[in-house]
């Protein structure tokens, strides 16, 4: 198994200052945001572990080390355009790939390795974490049929009213089949209100090809907190001390 991280933001909305460092760096309880996730998904080896930087990626790769693999992303296009850069790495690999981003520091390792075994012993093309948490109403929500079957994420500044009603929201991790992965990213594009290329675009595009879209849902939809503005390291921070209690 192998995970993808992409950690190439700037993190504007944190800190304006040029002095700021990359979104992934900023502190969370005495730590760069980045270092949670990492140990979040130590259940995979670290060199099976791809960090996408971008912003001052050196400032990364400076505090990391050599014991990640780092694949530039020198354009900020989107989600989807982060893991495209990790490409040329992943030729002929055709196990499971981890997709979780660098600021979301809550998601728990106990989580993401039952999807992962979820995923693997369902033989699914691609299976994302879900949640219901009404406190985060404009997070992606999840889209089925009328047969319950997943259809589409929709972000939240995309959604249609109706589809805002869905309390079923996607917590912002994914598994992936290697192969096929990196077989539709080609197939992106950018009609979204952001002009970017989503990551979260390649479960609908497998779906609709007839391949199996699995949903596993965490028990804690805190998991699936991130850091955006200043307000949330303190949310997060107080989460992080209610779960060490």
């Known amino acids: 198994m192998r995970v993808i991280i992409p950690s190439a933001g700037k993190g504007t909305r944190l800190n304006p200052s040029p002095d700021a460092p990359p979104k992934a760096m900023f502190p969370l309880a005495g730590r760069p945001l980045l270092e949670h996730v990492l140990e979040q998904t130590d259940f995979i080896a670290p060199e099976d572990t791809w960090i996408v930087v971008g912003y001052k990626g050196d400032v990364i790769t400076s505090y990391f080390g050599d014991r990640y693999h780092y694949a530039w992303q020198r354009e900020q296009l989107g989600t989807g355009h982060a893991v495209m850069q990790c490409a040329e790495d992943f030729a002929g690999y055709d196990g499971t790939v981890l997709v979780t981003f660098g600021d979301m520091p809550l998601f728990r390792r106990e989580s993401m390795a039952a999807m992962c075994e979820h995923h693997a012993a369902r033989k699914a093309a691609c299976t994302l974490l879900t949640a219901v948490n009404p406190a985060v109403p404009m997070w992606a929500h999840v889209v089925r049929d009328a047969d319950g ?97």
């Open 149 to 245: 079957r997943f259809r589409d994420i929709v972000e939240g500044k995309d959604c249609t009213p109706e589809q805002l009603k869905q309390p079923e929201l996607f917590a912002g991790v994914l598994a992936f089949d290697g192969q096929l992965l990196f077989e539709f990213l080609p197939r992106l594009d950018t009609r979204n209100v952001q002009h970017e290329f989503y990551l979260t675009e390649v479960p609908r595009l497998m779906a609709e090809a007839g391949l199996l879209v699995e949903t596993f849902p965490t028990d804690d939809p805190d998991d699936m907190r991130g850091v955006n503005a200043p307000d949330d390291i303190a949310v997060c921070e107080a989460i992080l001390r209610r779960r060490r209690r």
